[in-house]
């Protein structure tokens, strides 16, 4: 069983930063590709950004040079720090990682921009 646990979702302003984290565990967490998807209400679930267990990232157009995808070997965590926040940024944001040919997703975290 693959458990992934989202974590640092919240209500920040416009412009503000939020920092989320997903946390993997057992041993086999830093080899597969972890993403970050979001979903808002009405709307598909769309990638946000990935990373590589050797640390090449991917972003949409929507959020690159905004966001930041890193990973911590050392604590199973991939981490999303999300800069310049706008209100069209509000969704649940879901940690992925597609092993095989399976997909996991954690239980998601609400991420809410609003003056």
């Known amino acids: 069983q693959v458990q992934l646990v989202e974590s640092g979702g919240g209500l920040v302003q416009p412009g503000e930063s939020l920092r989320l984290s997903c946390a993997g565990a057992?041993?086999?967490?830093?080899?597969?590709?972890t993403a970050w998807y979001r979903q808002a209400p009405g709307k598909q679930r769309e990638l946000v950004a990935s990373i590589s267990p050797g640390g090449v990232t991917n972003y949409a157009d929507s959020v690159k040079a905004r966001f930041v995808i890193a990973r911590d070997n050392a604590k199973n965590t991939v981490s999303l720090q999300m800069n310049s926040l706008k209100p069209e940024d509000t969704a649940v944001y879901y940690c992925?990682?597609?092993?095989?040919?399976?997909?996991?997703w954690g239980q998601g975290t609400q991420v809410t921009v609003s003056s």
């Open positions: 057992g041993s086999l967490f830093n080899f597969y590709v």
């Open positions: 992925n990682q597609r092993r095989f040919a399976s997909d996991y």
